[in-house]
């Protein structure tokens, strides 16, 4: 297959990179110059919403505060802004999707992801009672709707390849963000950009009984559908110091929305006060399986091989166009209990 040995390069350098982090000590909560508290600029990929709860829970429990960061969290105009307004120098972190970080970085960008907010991917082949679409198999003239993404279309082709469906047997058609709109309204048989948490969680409270296939078991390699980043010129000593505060105090508040979903759901509603609580306890209590890593892998753990793996789907895809780049596009350096002394290995 084209572009395996490239692949093959990419992941030896992304596990040297890995494994060459350099020894540090965990920063002390609260280590600021002086006790104040330094800045931190994170800007969102959409509005508030249960894809957050970890973020607001961290920020309402005082968890930044005793890391020593105050920490402003914006949200964008649009969700393809994040990543222009980091290399602009305008955020210090954003959140951002793993196909839009590798795409960004296949146009000579420095971004880099250095830990994952949403463990799995949330996209999904998504259809409502009536449709007639229950399988992939179903598809066959039938109209899907996606929000116009270039690597979306990918995923529809890849997921018909696979079901062995004709492609020309299936319309595709730009809905925009109204995917719930166009499902009801009959415009689209299904949609393919829709979240299982969100737009799933929505259909199944409005009696919708949709049908919800996951990404990761119609042929597509898995992805981690958001992630932090920032920019590799950004990471001095100073700023790497902020940014594992930043994430040891968000995986704090990632594990207290886990163990208790209702932490989440306040901490949103007191950002957000026009979201539905019934609905954001729905949602808030289907994202928390996917926050955290299996196993004992800290917050934000990113698997190479998985990166791997999606990256050579985008270059057999032709979404990307470049050779992949000698600087790794993700570390786990900055996570908790990463890249330190008493954790190297």
């Known amino acids: 297959m084209p572009h395996r040995k490239l692949i093959a390069l990419l992941a030896l350098v992304l596990a040297a990179a890995l494994a060459a982090c350099g020894e540090k000590d965990e920063p002390a909560p609260g280590a600021a110059a002086g006790g104040a508290r330094e800045r931190l600029t994170l800007m969102l990929d959409w509005t508030p919403n249960p894809d957050h709860a970890a973020i607001y829970a961290a920020q309402q429990r005082g968890e930044y505060e005793k890391a020593g960061l105050d920490v402003r969290i914006v949200t964008p105009s649009d969700a393809s802004a994040p990543l222009r307004i980091l290399q602009g120098g305008r955020a210090d972190v954003v959140v951002s999707y793993e196909p839009d970080v590798l795409l960004a970085r296949d146009k000579g960008s420095d971004v880099v992801s250095v830990g994952a907010l949403i463990q799995k991917p949330l996209v999904s082949l998504m259809s409502i009672k009536g449709s007639g679409v229950r399988t992939v198999k179903d598809l066959r003239g039938k109209r899907v709707g996606t929000s116009g993404l270039p690597y979306q279309s990918a ?191």
């Open 155 to 345: 995923y529809l082709k890849t997921i018909l390849r696979e079901a062995r469906v004709p492609e020309r047997s299936v319309r595709e058609t730009n809905v925009g963000f109204g995917l719930v709109s166009a499902m009801v309204s009959r415009k689209v048989d299904a949609t393919l950009a829709a979240f299982w948490n969100i737009e799933g969680v929505e259909l199944k409270r409005r009696k919708k009984s949709p049908t919800i296939q996951r990404m990761e078991t119609l042929g597509v390699p898995t992805y981690q559908e958001l992630v932090f980043a920032t920019r590799r010129s950004s990471l001095d000593a100073e700023f790497s110091s902020r940014l594992r505060r930043f994430l040891n105090a968000t995986a704090l508040g990632a594990r207290a929305v886990v163990k208790d979903p209702k932490v989440g759901v306040d901490a949103l509603l007191a950002a957000e006060p026009g979201l539905d609580r019934a609905t954001t306890t729905a949602m808030v209590d289907a994202t928390k399986a996917v926050m955290l890593p299996a196993g004992t892998r800290p917050f934000g753990w990113q698997d190479i091989d998985e990166w791997g793996a999606y990256t050579r789907w985008m270059l057999d895809n032709k979404l990307l166009k470049r050779r992949p780049s000698a600087a790794p596009p993700l570390t786990n350096e900055f996570l908790p209990g990463e890249g330190l002394q008493k954790a190297s290995r």
